[in-house]
């Protein structure tokens, strides 16, 4: 089956949150996106709210659910007390935990499943509790021990972090290599019985060899490089465009 597509609408609310009007409305262009065939939205809610707001949840969620029962909403952030209260009040279905800093710019790194086994282990224990898919963020190196304990603390997914891949797009040598390491991660993954996800700065031109590298790819979350190419080419045909690069028939 092909990976699914889900749409980051961060770099919407950013754009929106340039000034103090409700436009561009996330919760419409999200409507475009799911309408035009992606199987869910993504949201990052940052302490600094300097993107999507904890007021959006709301609105999105209840989008979804009345006009898209098939699709799902997919929330990431740092397991903080705050984070984990959010997901019991709006119970998207799937959680992303990623290791960001309050104040980081983006997520830039996979977790130390290591060093934070015991952070991890409590929030994965109290999300599916809540009844929420839980994806943890990982860095593309394989590393057998550190998915192991992803596995051991009851993740039902890891979120390939594929910021290193994408940053090679003038180098095709390199990124080659790191498609090979996304790849060999994924199978230990698979191997362990996790489900396998990817994200960050992935493009219509970067995804077909990924996709092709992890056939049994679940899920790609793609957002500044969708909302790039629809500056272009409009929402809807950025979906659809983003769809194909999935191996989807469109």
């Known amino acids: ?22 436009w561009p409305s996330v919760i419409e262009l999200g409507r475009i996106a799911l309408d035009a065939g992606a199987s869910g939205l993504t949201v990052h809610p940052r302490p600094d709210q300097r993107h999507i707001r904890f007021s959006d949840l709301r609105p999105i969620k209840a989008m979804i659910a009345s006009s898209f029962p098939g699709a799902e909403l997919n929330v990431e952030g740092f397991p ?39 952070l991890l282990e409590g929030a994965v224990y109290r999300l599916k509790e809540m ?52 790849g060999s991660t994924a199978d230990l993954a698979l191997d362990l019985g996790l489900s396998v996800n990817a994200g960050h700065d992935l493009t219509e031109a970067n995804l077909p060899a990924l996709i092709a590298r992890i056939p049994r790819l679940a899920e790609v979350s793609v957002g500044h490089g969708l909302i790039a190419d629809a500056l272009e080419h409009g929402i809807a045909a950025s979906v659809r465009r983003f769809r194909r690069a999935c191996g989807q028939d469109v």
Not at 136 to 143: E, K
């Open 1 to 22: 089956m092909p990976a699914k597509l889900s749409v980051n609408l961060n770099a919407i609310a950013l754009l929106r949150n340039r000034r103090d009007l409700p």
């Open 80 to 118: 903080s007390e705050h984070f984990l209260q959010l997901i019991d009040e709006h119970r998207p279905q799937q959680a992303t935990l990623v290791p960001d800093e309050p104040l980081q710019a983006t997520s830039d790194h996979g977790w130390d499943f290591s060093l934070h086994r015991t």
């Open 131 to 182: 009844g929420v898919r839980v994806s943890v963020f990982a860095d593309p190196t394989p590393d057998a021990e550190s998915l192991n304990i992803a596995n051991e603390v009851g993740a039902d997914r890891i979120e390939l972090f594929t910021g290193p891949y994408a940053a090679h797009y003038d180098n095709p040598v390199a990124a080659a290599l790191i498609v090979e390491a996304l």
